[in-house]
Nanobody
Framework: QVQLVESGGGLVQPGGSLRLSCAASGTIVSDNTMNWYRQAPGKQRELLATLHRRGSTDYSDSVKGRFTISRSNAKNTLYLQMNSLKPEDTAVYYC???????????WGQGTQVTVSS
């Protein structure tokens, strides 16, 4: 099974920035709808950002104006630029690829983001 590999999480102070990366084999990132989710302890998984094949994007109200989803087709890598981070952004962040042709989801293992002073 092809798996997405996430990196870039860590500890950051409020107001700081991080960039998360999600690398995959082949052309998964360029061929499919890509998403970033997060899940805080005891809470439901939350969809944060979507990047469609045609390039359009969607953001949840909680991150709009602060986070940016993007990709490098050449590197087969998805990114999430996270600015103006708040303590409530603390969560495990997951990369997702939705394959519409087979209604299949690839998931990364998750990377921890902690926003604290």
């Amino acid at each position: 099974q092809v798996q997405l590999v996430e990196s870039g999480g860590g500890l950051v102070q409020p107001g700081g920035s991080l960039r998360l990366s999600c690398a995959a084999s082949g052309t998964i990132v360029s061929d499919n709808t890509m998403n970033w989710y997060r899940q805080a302890p005891g809470k439901q998984r939350e969809l944060l950002a979507t990047l469609h094949r045609r390039g359009s994007t969607d953001y949840s109200d909680s991150v709009k104006g602060r986070f940016t989803i993007s990709r490098s087709n050449a590197k087969n890598t998805l990114y999430l630029q996270m600015n103006s981070l708040k303590p409530e952004d603390t969560a495990v962040y997951y990369c997702n690829a939705y394959v519409a042709g087979t209604d299949y989801n690839y998931w990364g293992q998750g990377t921890q983001v902690t926003v604290s002073s």
